[in-house]
């Protein structure tokens, strides 16, 4: 049986280019880009150059970016460092749908003694930016709102969130993991001081990220030691990873703008399909701002879970709520923040694309869906 991924914001297949680029270093180029000798150096020269791609990406120069483990570093080292920078400082602004990789590091500073503010969503997981604006005070230390949304793929006014940010003399992080490489984004443009993002969610291995700082933003490392990064984030550098994210970085940049359409185009398809040919569905989140690959569709009277191991069987992968979330049968706290009924929070599925999902597979998915929710129904313990 043919495998359909459909869950690539859970994580994306590695690209054949990334792969490739990578086999030198975890062969015959094994050395230490911290090395004095000329072996040591040509490691140095691949990192150098995949700084300089990833920068590029997002309109930034290279030594704004720092090398880290995956996107959960870089948004802990984000957070950490706006706290430690400015210690007088003792409050906190994040949204209500943010990633565990945000929430459960604001809940660990609230124990600290942090007071976080969350700011709510409306039904279709829009954030409101009045509340923002009033929360924004002299006594807050950084405003984190992520790029995106991993479940519903909302994408949220950045650059305007940013802006007001620094319009109060407040540092401003966005969580881009989702973002990265499907919106096109120039930190030129906004004034965002701290981006992170992750290389698995853009085609290359897991165990890669980066965050981004804006020159002048002041600085403390979260993980210390040596003089790696510039002495921002210690350890030996990932090398393979790192050429990895470079030439998915370069790929990205080339060909974002073809890849938006077409990978919307099939996300439409699916989405229109399977909404035409099953009753009582609808799309859950912002339509009109949304990531081009994701689309989050709630069954009424369904068990998600029940889904997903129905489509599993047909060889179709995806997701209900986070990958992170799943297993547990409480509806996504993104879900339950939106405010969508019971009844449709607990069916709701997540099909997330990219630029390797071809339309036999959307048409494949959208002819087995009716019949798939019709069996479940069937035998559903919710009724209306
Ligand atoms: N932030 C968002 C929005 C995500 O979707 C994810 C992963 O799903 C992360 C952070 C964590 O990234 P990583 O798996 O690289 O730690």
């Not at 994040?94 to 976080?116: C, D, F, K, S």
């Not at 002299?138 to 650059?159: C, Q, S």
């Not at 923040?337 to 998915?365: C, K, W």
């Amino acid at each position: 049986m043919k495998t359909i991924y459909l869950d690539n914001n859970a994580t994306s297949p590695i690209a054949p280019e990334v792969r490739e680029a990578m086999l030198p270093y975890l062969g015959e180029l094994y050395g230490n880009p911290s090395s004095m000798h000329t072996f040591g150096g040509q490691v140095a020269e691949a990192v150098d150059t995949a700084r300089q791609q990833l920068a590029d990406l997002l309109g930034a120069d290279p030594e704004e970016i720092i090398f880290t483990s995956c996107g959960s570093e870089s948004d802990n080292s984000a957070i950490w460092s706006a706290v430690q920078s400015q210690p007088e400082k003792r409050h906190l602004i994040t949204t209500r749908v943010e990633h565990p990789a945000i929430l459960n590091v604001m809940q660990y500073w609230e124990r600290q003694g942090y007071h976080v503010t969350y700011l709510g969503v409306d039904s279709k997981g829009r954030l409101n930016l009045d509340e923002y604006a009033a929360a924004l005070t002299p006594d807050t230390a950084l405003a984190t709102v992520m790029f995106a949304n991993n479940e519903t793929g909302n994408v949220h006014p950045i650059r305007r969130m940013a802006e007001m940010a620094k319009e109060r003399g407040v540092l401003f992080h966005t969580d881009a993991v989702q973002a990265v490489g499907k919106e096109p984004i120039d930190l030129r443009a906004m004034p965002v001081d701290m981006l992170s993002l992750s290389g698995h969610k853009l085609h290359t291995p897991k165990g890669i990220g980066a965050l981004y700082v804006r020159r002048g933003v002041r600085f403390r490392p979260f993980l210390r030691g040596g003089h790696q990064e510039r002495g921002r984030r210690a350890g030996t550098e990932n090398v393979p990873y790192i050429v990895g994210l470079g030439v998915a970085a370069q790929l990205a940049a080339d060909h974002i703008q073809e890849e938006r359409v077409a990978v919307a185009a099939l996300r439409d398809r699916l989405e229109r399909g399977v909404t035409a040919g099953v009753p009582d569905s609808i799309v859950n989140g912002d339509t009109e701002h949304r990531l081009p690959n994701t689309t989050n569709i709630a069954f009424k009277n369904v068990e998600g879970e029940a889904i997903l191991l129905m489509l599993d069987r047909l060889g179709i992968c995806a997701s209900s709520g986070s990958a992170c979330t799943s297993g547990s049968l409480e509806p996504s706290h993104v879900l339950r923040a939106m405010g969508v009924p019971f009844n449709y929070a607990h069916g709701s599925i997540r099909l997330s694309l990219s630029r390797y999902n071809t339309q036999e597979e959307v048409d494949f998915v959208v002819q087995h869906f009716p019949e798939v929710i019709r069996t479940l129904r069937a035998i559903s313990p919710f009724k209306d």
